[in-house]
């Protein structure tokens, strides 16, 4: 098992920025990856970008690309979302996950941290 812990989110005003954490636990997360998914209200839970253990980065659009930068500290089993230059719909629920890089399959979250930019 692995646990998953966000921290982070908060009520922003559009264009500031935020960093949320996600503290993981339970197991070694060599062979993890490690993301970011975000569901909105009324919406489906979209993926925002993920992290590999040797820090290989891939995000689910360029816009996001731009505005957020997924780390990981794996020293301290923590994977980071700096988000930057937030708009109104970027307000959601914020979950982290994790999956075995062997497996396509998110298996494990978080319980979610809510972001909310104000126009």
């Known amino acids: 098992q692995v646990q998953l812990v966000e921290s982070g989110g908060g009520l922003v005003q559009a264009g500031g920025s935020l960093r949320l954490s996600c503290a993981a636990s339970?197991?070694?997360?060599?062979?993890?990856?490690l993301g970011w998914f975000r569901q909105a209200p009324g919406k489906g839970r979209d993926i925002v970008a993920g992290?590999?253990?040797?820090?290989?980065?891939?995000y689910a659009a360029d816009s996001m690309k731009g505005r957020f930068t997924i780390s990981r500290d794996n020293a301290k089993n923590t994977v980071y979302l700096q988000m930057n230059s937030l708009k109104p719909e970027d307000t959601a629920v914020y979950y982290c996950?994790?999956?075995?890089?062997?497996?396509?399959?998110?298996?494990?979250w978080g319980k979610g941290t809510q972001v909310t930019v104000s126009t």
């Open positions: 339970g197991r070694p997360l060599h062979n993890y990856v």
């Open positions: 996950a994790a999956r075995r890089d062997s497996i396509g399959t998110y298996e494990y």
């Open positions: 992290i590999t253990w040797s820090g290989v980065m891939a």
